[in-house]
């Protein structure tokens, strides 16, 4: 199942930076590991904001949410899912 993934993160901004270096480097070791997974399809940067558009593909919407759970940000974050379904048009 496939679904778009809206994310804005919500870090404090009197985060120490060490804590925020670190992370920043945790997510994005995770986004690479659900990458290799074929959980992270793709993902894109919302410009003029801290916030990202995710394509997620997922057996079901309990293991996304087990995926997104997994990131070390999860707590931050402001998130919007929405399931796709193939359009007919893409079936032929």
Same mark, same amino acid.
């Given at each position: ?9 919500? $870090? @404090? ?29 793709? $993902?894109?940067?919302? @410009? ?10 997922? +057996? ?11 990131? @070390? ?8 899912? +929405?399931? $796709?379904?193939?359009? @007919?048009? +893409?079936?032929?």
């Amino acid at each position: 199942m496939e679904f778009l993934v809206r994310t804005e993160n919500r $870090l @404090p901004n009197d985060t120490a930076d060490e804590v925020r270096d670190r992370l920043r480097k945790g997510e994005r070791k995770r986004a690479m590991e659900l990458r290799d997974a074929g959980i992270l399809k793709r $993902l894109w940067r919302v @410009p003029g904001r801290n916030a990202t558009l995710g394509l997620y593909e997922a +057996e079901d919407p309990a293991a996304l949410h087990d995926a997104l759970t997994s990131l @070390p940000m999860w707590v931050w974050m402001d998130v919007t899912v +929405e399931a $796709l379904a193939t359009h @007919p048009q +893409e079936e032929q």
